[in-house]
């Protein structure tokens, strides 16, 4: 693992760093906000999963995260949303399929399978280099995300109850096996079989839900083209969430887009959400 | 003489009446003199002394009583008060011990016995008139004092005799100028007359001799008859030559009976000066009497004082309404505690003195106030949060107080009271706001103060600073609202409202079912829960004092609501201010809703308890105190829980 920039930042210090993944087999870049309470104690993590042609470099020049990061002392990981340059045919193609549409799962079809394993590099290796590099405390962590990191955030919550203290999404795809993205990128991952696809379905597996009790909070942008293209699908997620009572708190803001923008206009209620958890 | 000599029967007799007699004047004077000395020696010194005041100064009297008790009593006391002689006194008698032809110790024995006890006898007689010696000087002072009064009445009543008669001569010595002056005037006035009469008798006869002188006898002839007839006239009047007044003085009679009754009077003790009634003094009085003190500034003997006492009217009474009666206590003291009256009303006293001779003027009236009835606190309208309270009471008066005290005592975790109190004075209204300490127990009791001083503590009011308290205000409920018994329940029914129920008054609610709790007038962060049912239809907010009645919460710019709307196949949720939402979904529907209001920060923040889940933040920026609301959009039940300790998912 080798530091590739570091910038200080509200206080404490934005780095990127890079390095050669076990999981996705090529060399991965991520960035780590430092609170400055880092460099005197342990902190816990939140991961931001970011949303289809996202780098690691978007959230953390365009989110606007890092002042209430640091004022609740977290630690901010913000990973890459696909492996790179592992020169698989058609990886280019689009925009929302293949680099940079990682689609936060683990592959079973070729040719991703062997480095398209976005959902054990989030869950598993990178917290991993995470907790053995950096000031963390290894039982404090929290998940969130846009768009299709937003689907990220929430199928890691739900398939990993209680390895995650909190749980938040801007304008995630709530129930790709039904919006024209996921179906997409699940046929090209895992295949033309639909039950193997529920695995990764935010919805689907809420209905089946059983762990700690969950608080979520949803912001989705009103104005937001890809929610009134039925890709993100939050009625689903919400339906399902009231009758298994699992608590969502959904909020619709109005003349919001799909933009940065409008997670810069929020960030900061989501990061003090994840704080009352990880700082409690 | 033998000590037998005291129970002499006549002797006794006399002690005995004039015992009597002491008592029943006013023993203070004599206590000085009196107290020190047994009891056995008071009566030379006190029958000198009683003496003289009982009869008056009649000093041939007293000496005869005087010396006919003293040769009573001679032998033993021989009062000489100039002499040395005084202290000498003949030993009693020993009776001569028997002696008998018994054995020589029983005679011995027997001898020292009788020596003992008539040895002790004469100790007690040494040091009773060591006592009496001692005194002596005090007597000599006595004396004086009272023959120096004496004098000094004698003086002034001569004078005042002296000065009545000399006013009296002056009077009639005036009123013999008087008498002389008329007397003098109008003889006077007649000499006067006589003159004139007769310069004209003088002028006639000179007429009368021209006429005869006239040689003219034809006009002679004519002169002659109305001369003639003139002198006739005068002739004819007669003279009128009486005195017009006596040459007499006239002596009426003089009244000098007011003079003799004064001369009369200046043998008889003086009826006594008037009293001086002091003025009120502190903490001398209670609910329903009055302690009043008042003095003689002048030695006059007093018998007993009369208080007199009645109640002053608020206003000037009319015509028509009778004055109040005035009532009498008989007192020998100069001091009375006077019971049975009215609580925080003012009383009007004065105070005369009695004696043998007659009552004296009436002391200036002083005004004494009795000390209000304690206040009633409101033992479920108050507001108390983590560092303040503001408790509410009535004056329990009907007349006003000056002010009122409240009294703070700490409760200690055991529930005793601790000994730390802390007041707050001169509370001009009938509500205070206290700071107080988080976390702790208190309890507040009230007095009433008036120029009497304060009242009897009220009934505490126990006051707890765990999180916030407020009560609903009945006052501001729509008329379809029931409350439950411990005023912390609302509930919506299907019933119309009884027409009694219906109040005509502008604050309640009219439209909205709803009510107000308490203003919460205390900076800081406050917060309380709401309990509905699942199926609940309700607005849950805060509101300005002044939002309008006729409109329903969260559809104004005064008020901020959480409603729940039960749809058939949902549950809504608005979180409504100026009548906007955002537009919210929220899966599980929270039965128990924590509601935290924190004007610091200008912020209305909404929670699933049960869940320890944040649904909603205001951000208000209020610009006054607000008060919780809470209503009801359709038949249903709400309850409100308050004085929680804040909660750390908040």
Excluded at chain 1, 254 to 268: A, C, E, Q
Excluded at chain 2, 590 to 617: A, C, E, M, W
Aim: charged share 25%.
């Amino acid at each position: 693992m080798k530091e590739v920039s570091s910038n200080k930042c509200a206080g404490g210090f934005q780095k990127v760093f890079e390095h050669e993944s076990s999981e996705l087999k090529c060399k991965m870049k991520f960035a780590v906000f430092l609170p400055p309470k880092a460099e005197t104690e342990k902190c816990p993590v939140l991961y931001w999963l970011s949303g289809l042609t996202c780098t690691e470099q978007n959230f953390i020049t365009k989110a606007g995260s890092q002042l209430a990061a640091a004022e609740h002392g977290l630690i901010v990981v913000a990973p890459d949303t696909s492996p790179r340059g592992c020169n698989i045919e058609g990886e280019d193609e689009n925009w929302d399929f293949g680099t940079g549409a990682g689609f936060y799962v683990d592959a079973t079809e070729e040719p991703w399978k062997n480095n398209y394993r976005m959902y054990s590099y989030i869950t598993d290796e990178l917290p991993k280099l995470i907790n053995g590099n950096f000031p963390t405390d290894p039982e404090r962590m929290s998940v969130s995300g846009h768009s299709m990191g937003g689907h990220g955030a929430l199928i890691c919550a739900l398939k990993n109850p209680g390895k995650y203290k909190s749980v938040s999404a801007f304008a995630p795809i709530c129930n790709p096996v039904q919006c024209p993205w996921g179906q997409k990128a699940f046929t090209g991952y895992l295949g033309s079989d639909r039950s193997s696809w529920e695995a990764y379905d935010a919805t689907t597996l809420a209905a089946s839900y059983s762990g700690p009790r969950l608080d979520v909070l949803i912001d989705q942008g009103k104005d937001d083209q890809f929610l009134s293209a039925s890709q993100l699908l939050p009625d689903n997620l919400i339906a399902v969430c009231s009758e298994k009572k699992i608590p969502v708190v959904f909020r619709l803001q109005p003349g919001y887009d799909h933009s940065y923008f409008f997670i810069y206009s929020f960030i900061n209620d989501h990061i003090k959400h994840h704080a009352k958890f990880l700082n409690a | 003489m033998t000590c037998d000599a005291f129970k002499d029967e006549k002797t006794v007799g006399k002690h005995t009446y004039y015992r009597d007699m002491r008592r029943s004047l006013d023993t203070s004077k004599f206590n000085k003199t009196l107290a020190k000395n047994g009891d056995s020696l008071n009566q030379p010194v006190a029958l000198l002394m009683d003496l003289f005041e009982i009869r008056g100064g009649q000093l041939d009297v007293i000496e005869e009583e005087q010396e006919f008790s003293l040769m009573e009593h001679s032998g033993a006391q021989r009062v000489s008060v100039e002499t040395n002689e005084s202290l000498r006194f003949e030993a009693c008698d020993s009776p001569s011990p028997a002696v008998t032809e018994d054995s020589p110790d029983d005679v011995f024995s027997d001898t020292e016995n009788e020596s003992d006890v008539i040895r002790n006898k004469l100790q007690e007689k040494v040091s009773e008139m060591e006592n009496f010696a001692g005194h002596l000087e005090e007597i000599f002072l006595t004396v004086e004092e009272n023959f120096g009064r004496r004098e000094q009445h004698l003086e002034q009543h001569y004078n005042d005799v002296l000065q009545t008669l000399s006013q009296r001569c002056d009077d009639r010595a005036a009123a013999l100028q008087e008498e002389k002056k008329s007397k003098l005037e109008a003889l006077y006035k007649q000499l006067l007359d006589c003159g004139r009469a007769l310069d004209a008798s003088k002028e006639l006869i000179e007429s009368a001799q021209e006429v005869h002188r006239c040689h003219d006898n034809r006009l002679f002839l004519k002169m002659v008859m109305p001369m003639i007839k003139r002198i006739e006239d005068v002739a004819k009047d007669d003279m009128d030559l009486t005195l017009s007044t006596t040459l007499e003085f006239q002596t009426p009679r003089c009244d000098l009976s007011d003079v003799k009754t004064m001369m009369d009077s200046i043998s008889v003790v003086p009826a006594p000066s008037a009293p001086v009634i002091n003025p009120q003094a502190p903490n001398s009085a209670s609910q329903t009497s009055l302690r009043v003190c008042w003095s003689l500034f002048s030695d006059d003997t007093v018998e007993y004082y009369e208080l007199f006492y009645r109640p002053v009217l608020e206003d000037c009474p009319p015509a028509d309404c009778p004055t109040p009666p005035v009532n009498k206590v008989k007192v020998k003291e100069t001091h009375c505690t006077v019971s049975q009256l009215l609580p925080n009303a003012q009383y009007e006293l004065w105070v005369t003195a009695t004696n043998i001779t007659g009552i004296s003027p009436a002391s200036e009236k002083a005004l004494y106030m009795t000390v209000p009835c304690p206040p009633v606190l409101d033992q479920r309208g108050y507001m108390s949060c983590t560092d303040a309270a503001l408790i509410r009471w009535e004056s329990g008066n009907t007349n006003p107080v000056d002010s009122y005290t409240v009294e703070i005592q700490e409760l200690t975790s055991d529930g005793t009271q601790s000994d730390f109190k802390e007041s707050v004075v001169a509370v001009p209204s009938c509500q205070c706001l206290m700071q107080l300490q988080p976390g702790q127990s208190y309890v507040v009791s009230v007095r009433a103060v008036n120029i009497g001083g304060p009242s009897e503590k009220s009934e505490g009011l126990q006051v707890s600073t765990t999180g916030t308290y407020f009560s609903l205000l009945e006052e501001s409920s729509h008329q379809c609202l029931c409350f439950s018994e411990d005023m912390f329940t609302i509930s919506y029914g299907y019933e119309d409202p009884p027409i009694s129920a219906m109040a005509f008054d502008d604050s309640g609610f009219t439209r909205c079912v709803a009510v107000l709790g308490d203003l919460l007038s205390v900076r800081g962060r406050h917060y309380w829960e709401v309990q509905v049912e699942d199926d609940t239809e309700y607005r849950v907010g805060v509101a300005y004092e002044d939002t309008d009645r006729n409109s329903y919460l969260g559809a104004n710019n005064t008020s901020w609501c959480m409603r729940h709307i039960l749809t058939p196949t949902r549950h809504k949720f608005e979180f409504l201010h100026n009548g906007w939402s955002p537009d919210l979904r929220i899966t599980v529907n929270p039965v128990q809703i924590g509601v935290l209001l924190d004007y610091d920060r200008g912020t209305l923040s909404f929670y699933n308890v049960d869940l320890k889940q944040h649904l909603h933040t205001f951000h208000c920026d209020f610009r006054s105190f607000v008060h919780p609301c809470f209503g009801l959009d359709n038949p249903g039940e709400l309850s409100v829980h308050n004085a929680i300790q804040m909660p750390t998912f908040t």
